[in-house]
C-alpha cells in the first residue's frame, strides 16, 4: 500500500518561530488532509488539499503532487499550536475513499 | 463539528470480555471508518462502511468486527478482549462530493474518541 512518511518527528519552538512540516508519499494521490491532534486527543481538520495552495490565518500549506509531497507552514507559532500533526492520504488506485496516515509530527511551543 | 459522537469516551475492561463500542451520526453520511490509535503508529484503519450492511475490513481488522443496520450508526466490537487491543478508537465519516477520481472530494471529520483500556 502507499507510504507516508513525515518529518520531523519531534520539533520544538518557541513562541513566535515559524515553522514547516513536511508529508511525503509514495504513490498518486486523490485527496490529502492535515490534521492537528490537541492536547486533549480531539482531531481538528486542517486542510484538504490533494494539489495546490491554501492559507487559513497563520496556517498555510502546499501539495505538489506531481512530486509527491506537501508542506504544512506555521507562521507565528502559539502555545496552542502544541500538538501532534498528521498528513493523511487517500491513494488514487484504492477504493472506498480510505485515508492512510503518517507517523505524525510532535509540536511543542514552548512560551 | 460534522455531528459525531462515539459512546463510550472512556472504558477499562478486562481480558476474554466482549466490548462494543458505538459510533453515531447525524448527517446522514454513506461512509463510516473505524480507526485505532497507537503510539509510533498514527491512526490505522480497522473497518469501514459504504452503506447500511455493507462493510469492509482495514489493515488492522483481526480480532474485530463491525455492524452498521442504519445509515447513522456504526459499531465495533472486539469479541473477546486482549491487552494488545488496549488503545483510542476514533470513528470517522467521509463528507463528499458523490464523484470519484481526482476531481472529487471526500474529506474525512472524526469523532471524539474512544479511550479503551484491557487489563
Known amino acids: 500500500g502507499i507510504q507516508v512518511e513525515q518529518s520531523p518527528p519531534d520539533l520544538i519552538l518557541q513562541e513566535g518561530a515559524n515553522s514547516t512540516l513536511r508529508c511525503n508519499f509514495s504513490?498518486?494521490?486523490?485527496?490529502l488532509q492535515w490534521f492537528h491532534q490537541n492536547p486533549w486527543g480531539q482531531l481538528i481538520n486542517l486542510f484538504y488539499?490533494?494539489?495546490g495552495t491554501k492559507q487559513n490565518g497563520r496556517l498555510s500549506a502546499t501539495t505538489v503532487a506531481t512530486e509527491r509531497y506537501s508542506l504544512l507552514y506555521i507562521s507565528s507559532s502559539q502555545t496552542t499550536d502544541s500538538g501532534v500533526y498528521f498528513c493523511?492520504?487517500?491513494?488514487?488506485?484504492?477504493?472506498?475513499?480510505?485515508?492512510?496516515f503518517g507517523k505524525g509530527t510532535l509540536l511543542t511551543v514552548n512560551p | 463539528d460534522a455531528g459525531i459522537t462515539q459512546s463510550p469516551r472512556h472504558k477499562v475492561t478486562e481480558t476474554g470480555t466482549p466490548v462494543t463500542l458505538r459510533c453515531h451520526q447525524t448527517?446522514?453520511?454513506?461512509?463510516m471508518y473505524w480507526y485505532r490509535q497507537d503510539p509510533g503508529h498514527g491512526l490505522r484503519l480497522i473497518h469501514y462502511?459504504?452503506?447500511?450492511?455493507?462493510?469492509d475490513k482495514g489493515e488492522v481488522s483481526d480480532g474485530y468486527s463491525v455492524s452498521r443496520s442504519k445509515t447513522e450508526d456504526f459499531l465495533l466490537t472486539l469479541e473477546s478482549a486482549t491487552s494488545s487491543q488496549t488503545s483510542v478508537y476514533f470513528c470517522?465519516?467521509?463528507?463528499?462530493?458523490?464523484?470519484?477520481?481526482?476531481?472529487?472530494?471526500?474529506?474525512?471529520?472524526f469523532g471524539p474518541g474512544t479511550r479503551l483500556t484491557v487489563l
Open positions: 470517522a465519516i467521509s463528507a463528499m462530493s458523490g464523484t470519484s477520481g481526482p476531481s472529487s472530494y471526500n474529506e474525512q471529520f
Open positions: 504513490d498518486s494521490v486523490n485527496n
Open positions: 488539499i490533494p494539489s
Open positions: 493523511a492520504v487517500e491513494n488514487s488506485g484504492g477504493s472506498n475513499y480510505k485515508l492512510t
Open positions: 448527517e446522514n453520511h454513506r461512509y
Open positions: 462502511s459504504y452503506g447500511v450492511k455493507d462493510t
